[in-house]
Structure formats: C-alpha cells, structure tokens
C-alpha cells in the first residue's frame, strides 16, 4: 500500500498571530508545485484561525498542538476538539513528549484526546517515544508498547482509519542529536508489525509512521529514504520557511 508522506512542522510556541502568518503565506508559496507528500503546521491555539485563513486554497493543512478531551465546560484555559476543528484545522498533535514531561500527559488522557479528536473528525497524530534512560536500560521496546497499547486501548479499526504515529525518540528533541538510520529503521519496522499484532495488517498497511527529533535539511533525505518512515514531524527546522521547505524537498535534492 502506498502511504503519501506527511511532513509536519510543529511550532511550539513560537511565533505570534502575524509571525505566524507571514511564515505560513511563504511556506504555502513555496508549496506551491509540492505534489507527492502532505504538509503540515501546527501554530499555536491562538494562531490556528489566522493561519487557517491565510492558506486556504493553498496545499497546506493546518493542526493543532494538542487539545483537552471534554467536549465544552468549566476547563479553564482548555481548547475542545470542536473548537480546534472550527478554527479550519484537520489536524491534532497529541501526546507530544513536551506536554507528558511537562503537563502530565499520560497515556491515559492521550487515549482519551484521540478518541475526542477521532470523534470530531480531527486526525490524531500520537507522538510516542522513549527517554535516553530507558534507550539505555534496553526498554525502548517496552516503553513503546505500552505507549501504543494504552494510548490505542478499545478503538476500532475504522476510529483509526487516520491515525498517524510520530515516534520521537526524547533524546533527539531540540538536543540536535538525531537517531541513526539502524536505529529508526528498528524502530519503525517494530511500530508497524505492533499495529499488525494488536489490530490488522490493514491499519499497519495504512498508518503513517513519522520520524521526528532534531530533522534538518541535512539529515532528512537520509531519514526519509528509510522503509516505514512515512514522513517527519520537525520543531525548530520547521520556523523558517526556508530551511522547512528543503525538508519537505527531502527527494528533491
Ligand atoms: P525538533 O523537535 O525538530 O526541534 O527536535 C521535534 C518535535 O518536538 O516534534
């Protein structure tokens, strides 16, 4: 089955709304002619309504960096699903290792944010990966397992029928050390044959499997040539328009 690459730039906070924009209207010129592959940006809350305006018509979609599960109510400082949808997105983050390291997201809440997201026709893009601690005490496996397994406990095949996964291993986010090519092509081999064992081969078939952590325009095409990478999810190389779109030219180089 072929997957069609997504390339998603995740803005952090960074950028206010006009930053954001200009940032936008110059990546989606340079998008212009990109056929091959989905590009992604994901702004922060605030931003998601000015910049779904300024690249409507263009190739680029738009996501958010997470979202809170309930549907409305008292959750002060929250944003819902619908909320994050009506603002033009189609796209949500969840589970980024930021938000479990420094908002207490666990694989619990990150089940329930992609059921909401799932049930709002929002496409989940669950980040998972394991700190240099557990990389070293040989529990890379491990900890993944359970972050799939719990994170995707009681969906069925057809709530996962967009689900992407970002496997960004902790240790390469921000620290500019990117995970070799042995080491994601392991990981990514063992995601999708963890997909298969706990669904069926056709989700594993269908899911795309990001590699992020530290992508630049100089490791991206070695990255991106390996077998189940079906795309990247880029912080800081995704700022500037420039450097992002040679990223997202990875074959074109
Ligand atoms: P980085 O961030 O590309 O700056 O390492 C990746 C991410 O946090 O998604």
Same mark, same amino acid.
């Given at each position: 089955?072929?997957?069609?690459?997504?390339?998603?730039?995740?803005?952090?906070?960074?950028?206010?709304? +006009?930053?954001?924009?200009?940032?936008?209207?110059?990546?989606?010129?340079?998008? %212009?002619?990109?056929?091959?592959?989905?590009?992604?940006?994901? +702004?922060?809350?605030? %931003?998601? +309504?000015?910049?779904?305006? @300024?690249?409507?018509?263009?190739?680029?979609?738009?996501?958010?960096?997470?979202?809170?599960?309930?549907?409305?109510?008292?959750?002060?400082?929250?944003?819902?699903?619908?909320?994050?949808?009506?603002?033009?997105?189609?796209?949500?983050?969840?589970?980024?290792?930021?938000?479990?390291?420094?908002?207490?997201?666990?694989?619990?809440?990150?089940?329930?944010?992609?059921?909401?997201?799932?049930?709002?026709?929002?496409?989940?893009?669950?980040?998972?990966?394991?700190?240099?601690?557990?990389?070293?005490?040989?529990?890379?496996?491990?900890?993944?397992?359970?972050?799939?397994?719990?994170?995707?406990?009681?969906?069925?095949?057809?709530?996962?029928?967009?689900?992407?996964?970002?496997?960004? +291993?902790?240790?390469?986010?921000?620290?500019?050390?990117?995970? %070799?090519?042995?080491?994601?092509?392991?990981?990514?081999?063992?995601?999708?044959?963890?997909?298969?064992?706990?669904?069926?081969?056709?989700?594993?078939?269908?899911?795309?499997?990001?590699?992020?952590?530290?992508?630049?325009?100089?490791?991206?095409?070695?990255?991106?040539?390996?077998?189940?990478?079906?795309?990247?999810?880029?912080?800081? @190389? %995704?700022?500037? @328009?420039?450097?992002?779109?040679?990223?997202?030219?990875?074959?074109?180089?």
């Amino acid at each position: 089955m072929s997957r069609t690459p997504l390339i998603a730039g995740n803005w952090k906070m960074y950028k206010t709304g +006009p930053q954001a924009v200009e940032t936008a209207k110059e990546l989606a010129a340079l998008c %212009s002619d990109v056929q091959d592959k989905e590009v992604m940006i994901a +702004p922060t809350y605030l %931003s998601l +309504p000015l910049v779904s305006q @300024a690249v409507k018509g263009s190739r680029l979609y738009v996501g958010a960096q997470n979202l809170y599960f309930e549907k409305e109510g008292a959750y002060t400082g929250e944003v819902s699903a619908d909320m994050i949808k009506a603002a033009g997105a189609e796209y949500a983050i969840i589970g980024h290792s930021e938000r479990r390291q420094f908002f207490s997201e666990t694989d619990e809440s990150v089940s329930k944010k992609i059921n909401a997201a799932v049930q709002t026709g929002l496409k989940p893009v669950m980040c998972i990966g394991e700190t240099l601690e557990e990389r070293e005490a040989k529990k890379t496996f491990l900890v993944l397992d359970k972050q799939v397994s719990d994170g995707l406990k009681g969906f069925g095949l057809d709530d996962l029928k967009d689900l992407v996964l970002a496997y960004e +291993p902790v240790w390469a986010i921000g620290t500019g050390k990117t995970a %070799s090519v042995e080491q994601v092509e392991e990981v990514h081999q063992y995601l999708r044959s963890l997909l298969e064992k706990l669904f069926e081969s056709k989700l594993a078939n269908q899911t795309r499997i990001l590699y992020g952590g530290s992508v630049k325009p100089e490791n991206a095409k070695d990255l991106m040539g390996i077998a189940d990478v079906d795309g990247a999810l880029v912080g800081g @190389a %995704s700022l500037d @328009a420039g450097s992002f779109i040679n990223i997202i030219n990875y074959n074109a180089v």
